[in-house]
């Protein structure tokens, strides 16, 4: 009985936009009373989960998602003194959301495993870093800087370009070695970039070492200075939804088709016409350019980088990311990085803070050492082995497009070609 | 006319003559036939025309223009599309897929212009799958289209690399034993596909088989190689009464006493 009313409901448009809408405004209201509540914040955070699943025109999805991240948490976070916070892991989640869709490309589509990933996020918010603060004064002997915080707008499309420039010469190099050996040589120039970036304060001064770059311009928008995490949130969403709409576009064009012949035989896509470097150093460039232009917004939100926030554990996971979700899947990408960013900036912190009022109290005592925000790597083994063991293909999986077929079998009948009939129909020769 | 000429082609792997001094003419729109037992060297051959391996020395000639240090992809610009003896299908991809994949150097437009709505892309690729389909139609897959390839029944596999293949409108298709693992009717089927590319594609078709069967009927002319020599070539008839050819087969020990 209880399947059958599900599957009531599963046809009914009406049924689940009101179901949908009632969710919706009661945990929006929730969290609106709650105002410091995390469970509030996730519940509705969790609407957007809900939503992939339900059976809606695919507009109305997009929308309603839209109307939900840009309107409706922000408001309904907006009263309790928890809202920069809560804002800051939304910015935090969109721009691993971006990072993790644009490795995706590599690894997902592609098939080429890279594990320095975080090197592209780090040149575009040297980028910024160098050209928004006092630091490219250092060598520049021309240009007055920091450049006015009307110029960081400027600075996405320049980390994106550098960013991508950085993977074409990365790829030039390394994509003559394919699978462990491209894995390897990845990681590598991760640390390369890296240690560069920490040790470039002389001969000239360009990075300041490991001092790093202080006091980073914020950007301004016609004049008003940005510089809370709800204002960077919209930043970032402006480039989720351009990673999204990228990703999306490109993954069943051509060029998609053509990086997932790749990762699936690169030996028939090569006799398919597909030209190999081209095609893997276009996955390299476009997906390190979502990296670049997030960089940027790192920097600028951040006011301050060295080359610590990019070591090789970042890299990993935006990996993680991307294995968590679904290799290859957009919507499980998203989640994974959803899931990975609050796991660690609201989850655990939220339990370590509980369990330290907790021994406060004299109800348990928890030592220090394991309180969970020190345990997110442990955490993060655990969840890969668990979904190593049993669910290979990530929390949503991919699945492929389907063509409709009845349309193409319409449309093939009215179009005449050198492929008449079936050879069958005609008898052996 | 000649579409295709070998000359003396020869590949060494370390100490290995893997083809040694080899040299075809193929015929315009004909189907010929590269025999011969296992290790005898004929996918090497292929290979070599696809630009897989470069031969160690000799020279392949497409229309008179030489093949010889271009890239495979180039290789199949050129108008050379092949099949693999080991199946290779994109097998994470759909059916159609795959096709639409063949189909690659065909289409122009660029990723940008799929970024950007440019009307021509979206024209060109709403075609290109009408096209597609029409092509699982032609070899008989179109009950499968949004399978994924990795799914399908073997001999299916084998019809849509065939697919995949043609998508890229060769002017020659080299399959590499397409018949082999197929039951009688599958591979009858085959010998018709074979038969009517030939006419409906304007194609020339060399293939590698052990179907012995299917040889005799479709070739027009067979070369024959043996431990990367070539032994024997010439019409059906005149192969199968080849004393060297036999020996080859056979052994020489058994056709003494036989």
Redesign the interface.
């Given at each position: 009985m209880i399947k059958n009313a599900f599957h009531k409901f599963a046809d009914s448009t009406k049924a689940q936009i009101i179901f949908f809408a009632a969710y919706v405004l009661i945990t929006a209201f929730g969290l609106f009373l709650l105002s410091d509540s995390v469970i509030a914040f996730l519940v509705l955070l969790l609407s957007i989960l809900i939503l992939y699943y339900l059976k809606l025109n695919v507009r109305i999805k997009w929308a309603l998602g839209l109307l939900i991240i840009a309107v409706l948490v922000p408001f309904a976070a907006s009263q309790g003194s928890s809202y920069q916070s809560f804002m800051d892991v939304g910015t935090l989640v969109l721009i691993y959301v971006a990072m993790a869709l644009g490795l995706n490309i590599v690894v997902g589509f592609a098939g080429l495993l890279d594990l320095g990933f975080i090197a592209f996020f780090a040149v575009g918010a040297y980028t910024y870093g160098i050209f928004g603060s006092t630091q490219a004064n250092k060598f520049m002997p021309f240009g007055h800087f920091p450049v006015p915080g009307d110029a960081f707008w400027l600075f996405i499309p320049i980390g994106a370009i550098i960013a991508a420039v950085f993977g074409i010469l990365l790829g030039i190099p390394v994509l003559r070695v394919r699978g462990d050996y491209l894995a390897i040589v990845t990681l590598g120039f991760g640390e390369i970039i890296r240690i560069v970036f920490n040790n470039m304060d002389h001969p000239i001064n360009i990075t300041n070492g490991s001092m790093g770059i202080p006091s980073i311009e914020p950007p301004s928008f016609f004049g008003i200075p940005i510089g809370q995490p709800s204002q960077f949130y919209y930043i970032a969403l402006v480039i989720f939804m351009l990673a999204i709409?990228?990703a999306t576009?490109?993954e069943h064009?051509?060029?998609g088709?053509?990086w997932?012949?790749v990762?699936?035989?690169e030996?028939?896509?090569?006799?398919?016409?597909?030209?190999?470097v081209k095609t893997k150093l276009?996955a390299f460039a476009i997906g390190a350019s979502f990296s670049g232009m997030m960089g940027s917004v790192f920097a600028a939100k951040q006011m301050y980088i060295d080359a610590s926030s990019f070591t090789y554990l970042e890299s990993t996971i935006v990996l993680v990311m991307v294995i968590l979700g679904g290799m290859?899947s957009i919507p499980g990408v998203i989640l994974g990085a959803a899931v990975v960013i609050i796991l660690n900036n609201q989850v655990l912190t939220s339990l370590s803070t509980w369990l330290t009022q907790l021994s406060a109290s004299g109800v348990v005592s928890v030592p220090d050492a394991l309180s969970p925000a020190k345990m997110q790597r442990f955490i993060f083994g655990i969840l890969l082995v668990v979904f190593a063991l049993y669910r290979t293909k990530g929390l949503i999986p991919?699945k492929?497009?389907?063509?409709d077929?009845a349309h193409?079998?319409a449309?093939?009948a009215v179009?005449t070609?050198?492929?008449?009939e079936?050879?069958?129909a005609?008898g052996?020769? | 006319m000649n579409i295709l000429e070998v000359k003396n082609l020869t590949k060494k792997f370390g100490g290995l003559m893997a083809t040694r001094d080899v040299s075809m003419n193929v015929e315009k729109n004909s189907i010929t036939a590269v025999i011969g037992p296992n290790g005898a060297g004929k996918t090497t051959f292929f290979n070599m025309i696809t630009a897989v391996y470069r031969p160690t020395s000799g020279d392949i000639l497409l229309n008179g223009k030489s093949l010889v240090g271009l890239k495979p992809h180039q290789v199949c610009h050129f108008g050379i599309s092949r099949t693999f003896q080991n199946i290779r299908l994109f097998n994470e991809q759909t059916v159609i897929e795959n096709v639409l994949v063949g189909m690659h150097q065909r289409l122009k437009g660029h990723w940008i212009g799929t970024l950007l709505h440019f009307p021509e892309v979206t024209r060109e690729e709403e075609a290109a799958k009408v096209e597609a389909y029409k092509i699982l139609q032609y070899v008989g897959l179109e009950e499968f289209v949004n399978e994924s390839a990795g799914n399908l029944p073997y001999g299916a596999q084998r019809r849509l690399e065939i697919g995949r293949a043609i998508a890229a409108k060769p002017k020659i298709l080299l399959l590499d034993e397409p018949a082999a693992g197929m039951n009688p009717k599958e591979t009858r089927q085959l010998t018709d596909l074979i038969h009517d590319m030939r006419h409906r594609l304007d194609v020339t078709i060399i293939l590698i088989e052990h179907d012995m069967k299917l040889v005799m009927k479709i070739s027009d002319y067979l070369y024959v190689l043996d431990h990367g020599e070539l032994i024997a070539e010439g019409k059906p008839d005149e192969i199968r009464n080849n004393q060297r050819v036999i020996e080859a087969y056979l052994g020489k020990e058994a056709t003494q006493r036989g």
């Amino acid at each position: 009985m209880i399947k059958n009313a599900f599957h009531k409901f599963a046809d009914s448009t009406k049924a689940q936009i009101i179901f949908f809408a009632a969710y919706v405004l009661i945990t929006a209201f929730g969290l609106f009373l709650l105002s410091d509540s995390v469970i509030a914040f996730l519940v509705l955070l969790l609407s957007i989960l809900i939503l992939y699943y339900l059976k809606l025109n695919v507009r109305i999805k997009w929308a309603l998602g839209l109307l939900i991240i840009a309107v409706l948490v922000p408001f309904a976070a907006s009263q309790g003194s928890s809202y920069q916070s809560f804002m800051d892991v939304g910015t935090l989640v969109l721009i691993y959301v971006a990072m993790a869709l644009g490795l995706n490309i590599v690894v997902g589509f592609a098939g080429l495993l890279d594990l320095g990933f975080i090197a592209f996020f780090a040149v575009g918010a040297y980028t910024y870093g160098i050209f928004g603060s006092t630091q490219a004064n250092k060598f520049m002997p021309f240009g007055h800087f920091p450049v006015p915080g009307d110029a960081f707008w400027l600075f996405i499309p320049i980390g994106a370009i550098i960013a991508a420039v950085f993977g074409i010469l990365l790829g030039i190099p390394v994509l003559r070695v394919r699978g462990d050996y491209l894995a390897i040589v990845t990681l590598g120039f991760g640390e390369i970039i890296r240690i560069v970036f920490n040790n470039m304060d002389h001969p000239i001064n360009i990075t300041n070492g490991s001092m790093g770059i202080p006091s980073i311009e914020p950007p301004s928008f016609f004049g008003i200075p940005i510089g809370q995490p709800s204002q960077f949130y919209y930043i970032a969403l402006v480039i989720f939804m351009l990673a999204i709409y990228v990703a999306t576009r490109l993954e069943h064009s051509k060029l998609g088709r053509a990086w997932k012949a790749v990762r699936d035989n690169e030996i028939a896509a090569q006799a398919s016409g597909i030209p190999l470097v081209k095609t893997k150093l276009a996955a390299f460039a476009i997906g390190a350019s979502f990296s670049g232009m997030m960089g940027s917004v790192f920097a600028a939100k951040q006011m301050y980088i060295d080359a610590s926030s990019f070591t090789y554990l970042e890299s990993t996971i935006v990996l993680v990311m991307v294995i968590l979700g679904g290799m290859g899947s957009i919507p499980g990408v998203i989640l994974g990085a959803a899931v990975v960013i609050i796991l660690n900036n609201q989850v655990l912190t939220s339990l370590s803070t509980w369990l330290t009022q907790l021994s406060a109290s004299g109800v348990v005592s928890v030592p220090d050492a394991l309180s969970p925000a020190k345990m997110q790597r442990f955490i993060f083994g655990i969840l890969l082995v668990v979904f190593a063991l049993y669910r290979t293909k990530g929390l949503i999986p991919y699945k492929n497009k389907k063509v409709d077929a009845a349309h193409l079998k319409a449309e093939a009948a009215v179009k005449t070609s050198q492929y008449e009939e079936h050879p069958e129909a005609e008898g052996t020769h | 006319m000649n579409i295709l000429e070998v000359k003396n082609l020869t590949k060494k792997f370390g100490g290995l003559m893997a083809t040694r001094d080899v040299s075809m003419n193929v015929e315009k729109n004909s189907i010929t036939a590269v025999i011969g037992p296992n290790g005898a060297g004929k996918t090497t051959f292929f290979n070599m025309i696809t630009a897989v391996y470069r031969p160690t020395s000799g020279d392949i000639l497409l229309n008179g223009k030489s093949l010889v240090g271009l890239k495979p992809h180039q290789v199949c610009h050129f108008g050379i599309s092949r099949t693999f003896q080991n199946i290779r299908l994109f097998n994470e991809q759909t059916v159609i897929e795959n096709v639409l994949v063949g189909m690659h150097q065909r289409l122009k437009g660029h990723w940008i212009g799929t970024l950007l709505h440019f009307p021509e892309v979206t024209r060109e690729e709403e075609a290109a799958k009408v096209e597609a389909y029409k092509i699982l139609q032609y070899v008989g897959l179109e009950e499968f289209v949004n399978e994924s390839a990795g799914n399908l029944p073997y001999g299916a596999q084998r019809r849509l690399e065939i697919g995949r293949a043609i998508a890229a409108k060769p002017k020659i298709l080299l399959l590499d034993e397409p018949a082999a693992g197929m039951n009688p009717k599958e591979t009858r089927q085959l010998t018709d596909l074979i038969h009517d590319m030939r006419h409906r594609l304007d194609v020339t078709i060399i293939l590698i088989e052990h179907d012995m069967k299917l040889v005799m009927k479709i070739s027009d002319y067979l070369y024959v190689l043996d431990h990367g020599e070539l032994i024997a070539e010439g019409k059906p008839d005149e192969i199968r009464n080849n004393q060297r050819v036999i020996e080859a087969y056979l052994g020489k020990e058994a056709t003494q006493r036989g």
